[in-house]
Each structure stands twice: as C-alpha cells, then as structure tokens.
C-alpha cells in the first residue's frame, strides 16, 4: 500500500493537463522500471507501457489515463490541488481518483502478481488525451492486441461492464438577419431555438438493456452574428450532449432531432488531435462510442468470482454495474479486447474541486487487482 500511495502523490505533484503529460509519463515509466517491469517504453502517442513477459498464454492489460483535466481555481480546494496532501483517510489532489490514484494501484499490483509467478503476458499501461477524445486509447489499440483490459476509472470498487456512448451534436437553427429595432422585418432565431429546445425537453428517446435510457442534453447556445448586441439573430448554434445506448447511434438519433425542426441543419464535428510531440495526428468525429461487455463473455464470469471474494476480504459488498459516464473502453475494444471496469474512488469527485480518493480503497484495489490479473491469466487459456 505504500509504494502504491507514494506513487500515486509523486503522479499528483506532476501536473499533467491533455497535451502536456510528458513530465508525468517520465514519473510514471521510471517507477514501472523501479518495480520491476521486463520493459518499459514510451510509444509514438506518448503512451506509457510496462511488459512483464512470462511465455506463452493470455495477455492482461491493466489500463488508466495520465492526463487530467485542469486544476480550476486552486482556491476552491480544501488543500493544494498538485500537494498529494493525505488527510482525514484520503488522499487529495487533481487525479487522485481520475487516475492517477488508479494506476499507481495497477503498476504495483502487476508487480506483485509477478512475483505470485504467472504464465502469458501482463501489461501496465498509462495513456494520453482520454479527456479530451481519447487519442492515446485509440492509437495504442492499432498497436497492441490483449484478451482482456481492466480499465481502473473510479467505481468505488465496484465492477463495470461498460456505459453509453457520447455524440456532440451541433444544431444550426436558421432565421433572417434585420435590425432590432425592426424586429418584423427578420426572423429571429432565438424563438426558432427555443421552440427546438421545448422539443427537447420532451422528446422520447430510446431506452432499455443494462444502460438504462439515451439523453439529450443543450450545453450551448450561440446566436450569429455573435457581436451583434442590436441585430435580431439570423441564426442560433445549439450543442447538444447526447448519450446513446447501442442501438441508437449518429444515424438514428440525428433523424430523431431533425423531427423536432425539419429545416435545422444537424452535424456532429470532426477534430484533429495531435500528440504532445507532433509525431500522431488524428482525425475523428466526436463520437465516443457505448461499450457493453457481453454477459456470457467468459472474462466476466473470472472477474465476479475473484472480485467477490475480494470484496468478501475487504469487508465490502460486491456490485456490479455501469458508468454514468465515458472512458476508453470503446477505443481499447477496437483492440478485441474485452473491457472490465475496475477503480477505487467515488466516481462523482472525479473534475471537481474535491477530488481525492480514500486511502483505504488505494490499498484494497492494489490487491483486487492483482488476484484479479492472476485469476484471469490462469483461466482464460
């Protein structure tokens, strides 16, 4: 537990934003090469990787992002957000759960499991960008090919088998341009939005299966021409947050909100990430698919046993569920990898200005992982 707590305060005083995880991939990999990896390295993206080779057999990887999402306003934090202070039972800081926390758990957890003796391979891997569209994922799962990935975002320790997807719509609701003071003679595309978003409210979406429900959420509203203080607006650019069930993807929720205004032009845009070394430039609509573990997925039935019984150890109760929100898992399936979902911390700190993570969950996930990485290199052969 202490090797797992001082990294994970050395990954916290290491700011790391998207783009900029370089300062803490070099913390992260000299720490892999510390415990004991066979081999570290540093892949094209800025992913960080750790091997342990043990011959023929499956391949497990322990999987968490290194970057994170800014520090906001430091003075809203009960303590420095970049100090990996530890007080009252928790650990502090930005990361601490989402996942810097998580990964110092499975780096030492792997090393622990190595010394237990296994046969296959076991991986640690710490990636870039996932907050921002999950490039490091995408490009890591071209290049490496596990059966199984435990991805370690919070859950309070308690197993996930996937979460709906994301889609960022974007509404162009169209009017004509005129001056405000003769409002008659446009047409305002204010009143056309808010029509569109009275639909909204109320608009029926798919629902069903272990993910509950989609949703469409209005996160912006910009009316053009933006400057235009004393201009009746020609027209009003809404950005929807949409959460879809398999089922429901771009295609079918697109003409479901075209329903809502025939004339409206609904897109969704494409970015262009690159790495923070300029060597991986990718382009890709923002989209991040939903993921579901298949339930007769024989790496689920490995996972219940041995994460109840280190529940049962713990003195916790085991439960199974779903993230309420996106992680890699669909980028580190296009791998054909299956995605298991495993972290301590209480997903609702991860972003805020409270972000910690109990010391106590730091310790028991270090050992969950670890008999769980075991269990599934000795029965998915």
């Known amino acids: 537990m202490e090797a797992a707590l001082e990294l994970a305060r050395d990954l916290i005083r290491t700011a790391s934003p998207s783009q900029r ?61 970049l100090s990996g202070m530890v007080a009252d039972g928790r650990l502090w800081g930005r990361g601490a759960c989402d996942m810097k926390g998580p990964l110092a758990a499975m780096a030492v957890a792997a090393s622990e499991a190595a010394a237990a003796g296994f046969q296959g391979r076991l991986l640690v891997s710490g990636v870039v960008q996932e907050e921002l569209g999950g490039l490091g994922a995408r490009f890591l799962a071209q290049d490496i090919r596990p059966d199984v990935v435990i991805l370690g975002e919070p859950s309070g320790l308690s197993l996930k088998v996937g979460h709906r997807g994301r889609i960022e719509f974007h509404v162009t609701l169209p009017g004509r341009i005129a001056h405000a003071a003769k409002a ?95 060597d991986v430039s990718m382009t890709f609509p923002k989209v991040n698919p939903p993921y579901v573990l298949a339930q007769d997925h024989p790496a689920l039935e490995v996972a219940r046993t041995s994460l109840k019984a280190s529940s049962d150890r713990a ?67």
């Open 315 to 381: 003195g916790l109760p085991f439960r199974e569920g779903v993230w309420w929100f996106a992680t890699d898992a669909p980028h580190l399936a296009q791998s054909g990898a299956a995605i298991l979902g495993f972290g301590p911390g209480e997903e609702e700190l991860a972003h805020t200005t409270n972000e910690s993570i109990p010391v106590a969950q730091l310790s028991a996930a270090v050992v969950a992982y670890r008999d769980l990485a075991l269990a599934l290199l000795r029965d998915l052969r």
């Open 184 to 278: 008659s003679l446009g047409e305002n595309a204010l009143y056309r939005a808010a029509t569109f978003l009275r639909g909204l409210e109320h608009i029926e979406l798919p629902a069903g299966g272990p993910l509950g429900s989609s949703s469409a959420t209005p996160t912006q509203l910009v009316t053009i021409p933006k400057d235009g203080a004393n201009v009746v607006p020609g027209a009003a650019l809404l950005t929807i947050d949409y959460r879809n069930l398999p089922e429901d993807g771009v295609e079918r929720a697109t003409s479901l909100l075209a329903l809502l205004d025939p004339g409206a032009t609904i897109s969704v845009p494409e970015m262009v990430f690159e790495s923070e070394s300029k």
């Open 21 to 81: 995880e370089s300062p803490a991939g070099d913390v992260f990999q000299e720490a892999l090469s510390q415990l004991g990896f066979d081999k570290t390295y540093r892949d094209r993206a800025g992913n960080v990787v750790g091997v342990f080779d043990r011959g023929p057999g499956p391949t497990v990887m322990l999987n968490g992002h290194l970057d994170t999402v800014p520090v906001g306003d430091e003075h809203l934090w009960p303590y420095p957000p």
